[in-house]
């Protein structure tokens, strides 16, 4: 399916909301749904989400039915890619990358981890581990343009460079601290720290309230 336009990235954060949404429902019940109804499941806005599911879904939406639950979902895995895999190496075999490596529901979004690098060699759970002086070498070999940092905070800005040296386009940062990179390269930053943070500063406030 060709793209009908470009989305915002916040529009392409919600689109993943709305397919597990969509994949609750019990197709055997009901075969559409409306854009009002998608919106009041997930406490959005109503017109937003129609702008949403009209962007992405094959066809339009029908009076007094809505969108086809079925071409919905199908509509937004192929806008996002996840019908079509997309290979991914992972640099930092640790306790947080190996998690990673094991997670099957990447299958789900289309990605697939290759291969794995650290400062050591060896073989995990049947996962080959490569050392990390060998990145730019299988970056051209596996055609890879997907880069996953899960080392520490220290070496995360010299692996960045080396990914963006080994042609890597899109890089998913777990490491807490601020990577640069060529305004090209989207750099996803998945800070846990951050979220800690808002998580305890809730906690704390609603404690301090009792």
């Known amino acids: 399916m060709s793209r009908k336009k470009s989305l915002s990235r916040q529009a392409l954060k919600r689109l993943p909301v709305y397919m597990s949404f969509l994949k609750t429902i019990d197709l055997g019940e009901t075969e559409y749904i409306s854009s009002s109804a ?21 066809s339009a939406g029908i009076p007094k039915k809505g969108f086809a639950i079925r071409d919905l979902i199908s509509g ?6 996840y019908s079509s895999g997309k290979d991914a190496i992972l640099i930092g075999a640790g306790n947080l990358g190996m998690a990673l490596m094991s997670y099957r529901g990447f299958d789900n979004y289309g990605i697939n981890i290759v291969a794995a690098f650290d400062n050591r060699t060896e073989v995990v759970d049947n996962k080959r581990i490569y050392h990390i002086s060998r990145i730019k070498e299988m970056c051209e070999k596996l055609n890879v343009k997907i880069g996953i940092i899960t080392v520490p905070e220290f070496a995360a800005q010299k692996v960045c460079d080396i990914l963006v040296d080994s042609g890597i386009l899109a890089i998913w940062n777990f490491a807490p601290t601020h990577l640069k990179a060529p305004d090209d390269i989207l750099v996803q930053n998945e800070n846990m720290a951050s979220s800690l943070a808002l998580l305890s500063n809730h906690l704390r406030e609603k404690m301090a309230g009792e």
Do not use: E, H, P, T
Not at 38 to 58: E, S, W
């Open 38 to 58: 998608v919106a009041k499941a997930l406490d959005m806005n109503d017109v937003q989400v129609r702008k949403d599911l009209a962007a992405v879904c094959k």
């Open 76 to 81: 937004i895995s192929d806008f996002l890619g």
